[in-house]
T-cell receptor, first 117, second 114 residues
Framework: EAGVAQSPRYKIIEKRQSVAFWCNPI?????LYWYQQILGQGPKLLIQFQNNGVVDDSQLPKDRFSAERLKGVDSTLKIQPAKLEDSAVYLCASSLVGRDSRTDTQYFGPGTRLTVL | DAKTTQPPSMDCAEGRAANLPCNHSTISGNEYVYWYRQIHSQGPQYIIH???NNETNEMASLIITEDRKSSTLILPHATLRDTAVYYCIVRVGNYGGATNKLIFGTGTLLAVQP
């Protein structure tokens, strides 16, 4: 079974530029997550989708970050304009929401390492 | 904030058992304990989870105390490839509810020594 795919793996941009990340979840997984992981810290949830609807975006800096999941499969996360503090690894995860969501397991992609100069 | 407390780092000799502790004294009755690990430059990898009974799979064993306030992840025969940051997470979420997000702390860096 193919895992969660992400691209690009690495991106270097200058501050105030824009950038987009792409995620393809595991086939059949209804829920998709974007996490931000700053160096030395654990991942922090930015946004959660259930199919193509947003479930939780309370930690998403909406003035500069946006995400969409058209058709309930692939997702893109965009930053515009980028700031120095956005340098981090952006992780995508997906899960299969079954009848008991309390035991739902999240599977992560390899992440995109963003460096903002 | 994370609801768990873990030591920042541990060492283990190759071939020996690695026992990683986690404190979750404020865990609620319907919350699960999850363990993930993150090898350098990779995304987190699911290891195991449990509610109140001990659990074992091909990767590890999870021992949860009777009062559920702490747990231990056991890697029975650690190898160099087990060197990683190990995260203990109390699962936030409700059946059929809006979110089942994972709240990560800073984890334990396990260094397996040859």
């Amino acid at each position: 079974e193919a895992g969660v795919a992400q691209s690009p793996r690495y991106k270097i941009i200058e501050k105030r530029q824009s950038v987009a990340f792409w995620c393809n979840p595991i086939s059949g997984h209804a829920t998709l997550y974007w996490y931000q992981q700053i160096l030395g810290q654990g991942p922090k949830l930015l946004i959660q989708f259930q199919n193509n609807g947003v479930v939780d975006d309370s930690q998403l800096p909406k003035d500069r970050f946006s995400a969409e999941r058209l058709k309930g499969v692939d997702s893109t996360l965009k930053i515009q304009p980028a700031k120095l503090e956005d340098s981090a690894v952006y992780l995508c995860a997906s899960s299969l929401v079954g009848r008991d969501s309390r035991t739902d397991t999240q599977y992560f992609g390899p992440g995109t390492r963003l460096t903002v100069l | 904030d994370a609801k768990t407390t873990q030591p920042p780092s541990m060492d283990c000799a190759e071939g020996r058992a690695a026992n990683l502790p986690c404190n979750h004294s404020t865990i609620s009755g319907n919350e699960y304990v999850y363990w993930y690990r993150q090898i350098h430059s990779q995304g987190p990898q699911y290891i195991i989870h449990g509610l109140k009974n001990n659990e074992t799979n091909e990767m590890a064993s999870l021992i949860i105390t009777e009062d559920r306030k702490s747990s231990t992840l056991i890697l029975p025969h650690a190898t160099l490839r087990d060197t990683a940051v190990y995260y203990c997470i109390v699962r936030v979420g409700n059946y059929g509810g809006a979110t089942n997000k994972l709240i990560f702390g800073t984890g334990t860096l396990l260094a397996v020594q040859p």
